[in-house]
């Protein structure tokens, strides 16, 4: 089959890789209906995380079964799923909390930017449709493996409740996920950081009320002038930069919360700081897998519609120029088809 490799910074190729196959009973084998690029992937491809073999890139992924090993039962072939970044068993006492992230057995799911991928673990990490989706809704439900699913928990984290004042720090697909996340769970005022005239139309059609374009501590002094002096009830830090950490908690009202979910790069939190400030701090990696069945239900009720956030599709065969556009923010999520 072919998959996307990436050699070393500013390089990714397409070639052809060993088609994937069923190595553990738990595993199941997807046949891509749609992939795409992540903004965590541009990481590897600036030379931020050190790329030091090739390796094969991606970890979203939605699709139909293939196949099955012998242990799995909650899927079956020919039905169309979609999974975690993170492979969890689903029965461990971190999946029974509603944190499957953190699955004592789990596995990354990478390689995704490819024709087909093996998911292990699959009765714990695949959620099926009720029946095949059409096309319009595949980006959509794309979105749910990640960034939509991620910009969940970003609000889940902070805490978002109706009629609340949330602040958004990050205007790519995971920032204006959770501009949905916000809305639906009915956020009286949503204020997103942004100074880009696309991703604020998004964020506008998504349920943002507010454009600040200020950063840093300018940023900071417009949400509390916003908000009387006080500051957001719930901040979502979609980025991981010790300025986005930074600009988020000192956008947070006292007993407000921060949702992290910026994978973080040189972030230090600084512990006197926080102490003060009365903020609630919580994050890490978003545990996609517990929010799969709602987010499917409200895609296909079309109550939302994250696949917006893809405003470039690619064959993958020019996945190359897929990264190119989101490094270069010509594009804010490539979509691309097997």
Request: net charge negative; charged share 20%; with cysteine.
């Amino acid at each position: 089959m072919r998959g996307a490799v990436m050699y070393a910074p500013g390089d990714v190729r397409l070639e052809d890789r060993p088609a994937p196959e069923i190595i553990n009973p738990t595993d199941a084998v997807i046949k891509l209906a749609a992939t795409c690029v992540c903004g965590s992937d541009l990481w590897d491809y600036r030379g931020i995380n050190a790329v030091t073999q090739p390796t094969p890139m991606g970890h979203e992924y939605a699709g139909v079964v293939q196949e099955i090993g012998a242990e799995v039962s909650s899927v079956k072939p020919g039905q169309f799923v979609i999974g975690s970044f993170f492979a969890s068993d689903g029965t461990c006492p971190n999946c029974r909390a509603g944190y499957e992230s953190s699955c004592v057995h789990r596995e990354f799911v990478g390689g995704c930017q490819a024709e087909a991928v093996r998911v292990p673990l699959a009765d714990g990490t695949l959620v099926a449709t009720p029946a095949q989706p059409g096309e319009g809704a595949i980006p959509s439900l794309l979105a749910l493996s990640d960034v939509m699913g991620t910009g969940w928990w970003a609000a889940v984290a902070a805490e978002v409740t109706p009629g609340s004042v949330v602040a958004v720090v990050g205007d790519g697909a995971v920032g204006l996920c959770g501009v949905i996340a916000a809305r639906e769970f009915g956020a009286g005022r949503i204020i997103v950081m942004s100074r880009h005239e696309p991703r604020q139309k998004l964020a506008l059609e998504f349920g943002a009320t507010d454009i600040v374009t200020e950063r840093g501590d300018d940023g900071s002094a417009a949400i509390r002038e916003m908000t009387e002096g006080v500051g957001a009830d719930a901040v979502l830090e979609c980025v991981g930069t010790p300025e986005a950490m930074q600009q988020a908690l000192r956008s947070t009202r006292p007993g407000g919360n921060v949702g992290f979910v910026g994978v973080p790069h040189g972030v230090q939190v600084n512990g006197e700081e926080l102490f003060y400030s009365h903020a609630g701090l919580r994050g890490g990696p978003a545990p996609v897998r517990r929010f799969l069945p709602d987010l499917i239900a409200r895609v296909l009720d079309g109550r939302i519609d994250p696949g917006k956030v893809f405003d470039q599709t690619l064959p993958l065969a020019q996945v190359a120029e897929a990264y190119r556009a989101m490094d270069e923010r010509r594009a804010i999520k490539v979509l691309l088809q097997p």
